[in-house]
């Protein structure tokens, strides 16, 4: 391993020789994601340079995140490739808008029209060693991570909490307030999806030197507890209006909640669990969460897991309906035309 990481900064050191500049995109690369030791995590100092290619323009910003990407798909090497998603992560959430809107460009860009998924390290796997295996696994769970950010980000508009100390709970609870049922709905969904991918850290404990490993949990551990303050606002959302609820959003409710048991009873029965699967645990924050999953799951109606409820649910949309259909028709076009992106409150 040590001949390994050798030869891996002989090959970076070269890489920097033959860059345009030193103080090119593909060199600040490098030196982000510079091999050196396995366990050693990636330096701050040049990861906040990264970062400074988002003050200029477009062009420059789109050299970083070429190089960046092209350096977690050329390699082979996992504790590289980890720096590479440490780094990704870092600019998606700390850099201007500019290289933020790059980044997510690149990542998001549809195989309909060329576009590959960097983040797809199923394939990943580096079998020489024992502490190689472990860490590809670590590169393998923390894309998928990253992805589920990146799906929450698609739904939303940003990411979990954004903001340094993360919004105001009040902005929040007023931005959920103002979205349809289906918005809320698939923004859990996103969020749900995090927590359960978060669940499944693979054991890492083994690895000689730990200070990559400590990188991943840190990072992962303020995802969580943004994902768990985000998703303790939409439950509470969702518990107001769970008497507007359509039977197929209720379904969908219902699902999202058992969902979020099965991670907690999961979690529960693990020991001791990873280190960054911290929203899980019992905390005062946790608390209120939990608490609010509880409350949700005794009042949703009955009708999203009986048939026949949901037969006289679909009836009484159907009923409803026809009552608009005979009013006079002025009424009903001043109706129609008035329209609310929440269906907090009933119309009537």
């Given at each position: ?19 345009a ?21 990636a ?32 390699t ?103 979205l ?35 990188q ?43 969902r ?9 029965a ?7 699967v ?11 969460l ?29 009923s409803?309906?026809a009552?608009?259909g005979?009013?006079?028709?002025s ?8 329209r609310?992106s ?7």
């Amino acid at each position: 391993m040590r001949l390994r990481a050798i030869m891996g900064t002989l090959k970076d050191g070269a890489a920097l020789l033959s860059s345009a500049a030193p103080t090119s995109a593909a060199a600040a690369v490098l030196r982000a994601t510079a091999h050196r030791s396995s366990s050693e995590a990636a330096p701050k100092k040049h990861l906040d340079g990264l970062l400074r290619f988002g003050s200029g323009s477009r062009p420059t910003a789109a050299a970083l995140v070429g190089a960046l990407l092209s350096r977690l798909s050329g390699t082979r090497d996992p504790a590289v490739a980890i720096k590479c998603l440490v780094s990704i992560h870092y600019v998606a959430r700390r850099g201007s808008f500019i290289l933020r809107d790059q980044l997510l460009a690149a990542l998001q860009l549809p195989p309909s029209v060329g576009g590959r998924n960097p983040l797809n390290l199923s394939g990943f796997v580096d079998r020489s060693a024992t502490d190689w295996w472990a860490l590809s696994r670590l590169a393998r769970w923390l894309a998928r991570v990253i992805e589920h950010l990146l799906a929450f980000h698609r739904a939303a508009g940003f990411f979990p909490y954004e903001g340094g100390g993360g919004r105001p709970r009040a902005e929040q609870e007023e931005r959920a307030a103002a979205l349809p049922n289906g918005q809320v709905l698939e923004e859990m969904e996103a969020l749900v999806g995090l927590v359960e991918e978060i669940r499944g850290e693979p054991d890492v404990s083994h690895v000689t030197g730990k200070r990559l490993a400590a990188q991943v949990a840190a990072l992962v551990r303020e995802e969580t507890a943004a994902a768990r303050e985000e998703i303790l606002v939409r439950m509470k959302e969702m518990g107001e209006r769970l008497d507007c609820l359509v039977f197929g959003e209720a379904v969908r409710l219902t699902c999202l909640v058992k969902r979020l048991e099965t991670c907690k009873r999961s979690t529960a029965a693990a020991a001791p669990p990873p280190a960054a699967v911290e929203i899980l645990e019992l905390s005062e924050g946790d608390w209120y969460l939990w608490e609010a999953v509880a409350s949700v799951k005794a009042r949703i109606p009955a009708a999203a897991g009986e048939d026949v409820k949901g037969d006289q649910l679909r009836r009484e949309r159907i009923s409803a309906s026809a009552r608009i259909g005979d009013r006079p028709p002025s009424l009903a076009s001043s109706f129609d035309s008035v329209r609310f992106s929440s269906t907090r409150w009933p119309a009537n």
